[in-house]
């Protein structure tokens, strides 16, 4: 079963970081984060910085859709666009999700 690359993802530039494996000091150089040289330690923090941008932009079409039902945003284009990124977001997380619990049950597949 050969798993399919992602390639130019625009909007989650932090997954870039996933090449720059075994680069000692090139990865979690986020403020506040512990720096890691692992596989795991490294797509564990470029899913979760993915995560918080999916969060953000869920939580910017939440606020647009409150100013909207209150009468504050007059342009419904600024809603539609960011409840769509939202959905976007959401619907790419959850096939990186499936698609990094099917490796996972893959390597746990295979015998030593």
Do not use: C
Request: hydrophobic share 40%; glycine share 14%.
């Amino acid at each position: 079963m050969a798993l399919s690359g992602i390639t130019a993802i625009s909007g989650l530039g932090s997954l870039g970081s996933i090449g720059s494996i075994g680069a000692p000091g090139s990865i979690g150089s986020s403020p506040g984060r512990a720096r890691s040289t692992d596989v795991g330690g490294t797509v564990s923090l470029g899913f979760s910085d993915a995560l918080e941008r999916v969060q953000k932009s869920i939580d910017q079409a939440d606020g647009l859709a409150q100013q909207l039902a209150t009468g504050e945003l007059t342009d419904i284009h600024e809603y539609t666009v960011a409840a769509s990124k939202a959905q976007l977001g959401v619907q790419l997380t959850v096939a990186m999700r499936n698609q990094l619990l099917s490796a996972f049950q893959e390597v746990m597949r295979t015998q030593l």
